[in-house]
Nanobody, 122 residues
């Protein structure tokens, strides 16, 4: 499975960005997609997840109410809509997919994208 993220960029605080992550290859087995962010001053944080089928979502408290993740199963793509961005949201955003049961550990079928940079200016 290959993942390609896009949509990052520079935005002012309070602004919005919409990222995307498209999965290709042997996607028949994947069951969920998650988005992480990591900056040089913070440890990696899982910010949003979405499961296939019913599309249930979960968010980190740090982004709840500001981020919404959408999924398009037909395109194997997810789109986190990030509103009211804060300077603390400056990070590289990564998507992850595979056969995921526990976001806190690696799995046999577990794939990461290359990341897309988001910079939020104050």
């Amino acid at each position: 499975v290959q993942l390609v993220e896009s949509g990052g960029g520079l935005v002012q605080a309070g602004g919005s960005l919409r990222l995307s992550c498209a999965a290709s290859g042997s996607t028949f087995s994947i069951n969920a997609m998650g988005w992480y962010r990591q900056s040089p001053v913070k440890q990696r944080e899982l910010v949003a997840t979405i499961f296939g089928g019913g599309g249930s979502t979960n968010y980190a408290d740090s982004v709840k109410g500001r981020f919404t993740i959408f999924g398009d199963n037909a395109k194997n793509t997810t789109y986190p809509q990030m509103n009211s961005l804060k300077p603390g949201g400056t990070a590289v955003y990564y998507c992850r997919t595979g056969v995921i049961k526990d976001w806190g550990r690696p799995h046999q079928y577990d794939y990461w994208g290359q990341g897309t940079q988001v910079a939020v200016s104050s």
